[in-house]
């Protein structure tokens, strides 16, 4: 074949391609096809581990939303205890526990419905 | 660490009809494989996922322009001019053609001299100039021929002449692509350098086995 036959102008530039150029983008085109093809199944197995942690994180950013609210809850009703019982620690020894005369009118309050109050007469967790 | 349920009899068979389902799988294996073995191989870790694409796409070119083939229920590939069974699995092959890769690009980016002791490596470049011209259709010889000069081209190029001939992109947007690149005239004169490398080569090598340009 003649290459100085069969010469054609190509995507608007001024070079001149023959039909080795045409060879050579064709062999160009198919290792690209591989390279694309290569870096898709990457991106694919990219996002199935990203779907397989979401659960995951998903999972722990509610609990700390849940700790952090149980904090702010507890900073504004005072004498009431929410983030400890998020953490299902076990309960603390009794002398840990503020004491509070029965007689006190602060036994019975209005918040004492709410979980986690403070409440001498209770019996301590086993 | 061994890819399992993997013979190279299947990888062979699964490039030759493009069998994506397959080739991902094997892919993902692979270059588990490749990553658990590429600190004992490679100096830098740098340009590894770049390096493992480019030497699969090597050796799945390679399948795919019959330089490896079945032969016999053997895998085979030509050298020194005949089709012989290849002495290596297709996965230390691979580990081969990746490590050559490195190692160019090592030489480019640190001027290191190339020691090359290997004896894959070899295997490489040994039927590079010995085709024999009867044994495969003339076609078959060129395009095989095209296929080892466009992988052997460097990354710069690779990546100029993908963008101008593949992707269809405008010179303005390869510049804005490829910060190396200061100029148009520039850029224009590296894709044409690079077309040209090419071009030369590839007659060189035609010339050599006497085939028609």
Redesign the interface.
């Known amino acids: ?1 003649n ?1 100085t036959e069969n010469k054609e102008y190509i ?1 608007g530039d001024e ?1 001149r391609i023959d039909a ?2 045409h ?10 096809q ?2 694309q ?3 898709m ?2 991106e ?2 990219r996002q199935q581990r990203r779907h397989r942690l979401l659960p995951v994180f998903s999972n722990i950013a509610s609990v700390a939303a849940l700790f952090v609210l149980g904090l702010i809850v507890e900073a504004m009703v005072p004498g009431i205890k929410i983030a400890d019982s998020l953490v299902d620690s076990p309960a603390a020894p009794a002398t840990e526990q503020t004491p509070v005369q029965p007689s006190s009118p602060a036994a019975v309050t209005p918040d004492s419905a709410v979980i986690g109050i403070v409440d001498s007469t209770a019996s301590p967790q086993p | 660490m061994q890819i399992v349920n993997w013979t190279d009899e299947q990888m062979v068979a699964a490039v030759l009809r493009r069998d994506n389902l397959l080739l991902e799988r094997y892919y993902h294996d692979c270059k588990a494989y490749f990553l658990h073995h590429a600190a004992a191989v490679f100096v830098t870790e740098a340009h590894i996922d770049d390096i493992f694409q480019e030497a699969l796409v090597h050796l799945w070119r390679e399948i795919e322009t019959h330089r490896i083939e079945m032969h016999e229920g053997r895998v085979c590939r030509w050298a020194e001019g005949q089709l012989l069974p290849m002495q290596s699995s297709l996965l230390t092959f691979l580990m081969a053609i990746a490590k050559r890769k490195h190692w160019e690009l090592l030489r480019k980016q640190q001027r290191m001299l190339l020691t090359d002791n290997d004896r894959m490596l070899e295997v490489l470049d040994s039927d590079r100039y010995a085709e024999p011209t009867d044994a495969i259709p003339e076609r078959d010889q060129r395009e095989r021929i095209v296929a080892d000069v466009v992988l052997g081209m460097s990354p710069r190029c690779r990546q100029i002449l993908t963008l101008f001939y593949y992707e269809h992109r405008t010179l303005d947007d390869i510049l804005a692509l490829r910060p190396e690149n200061q100029t148009k005239q520039g850029l224009k004169t590296s894709k044409y350098k690079c077309m040209q490398r090419l071009r030369e080569q590839i007659r060189e090598r035609f010339h050599q086995l006497h085939l028609n340009p």
Not at chain 1, 23 to 32: D, K, P, R, T, V
């Open positions: 074949m290459t995507y070079e080795l150029d060879l050579i983008f064709h062999e160009i085109g198919q290792q690209a591989w390279a093809t290569m870096k199944w990457e694919r197995a």
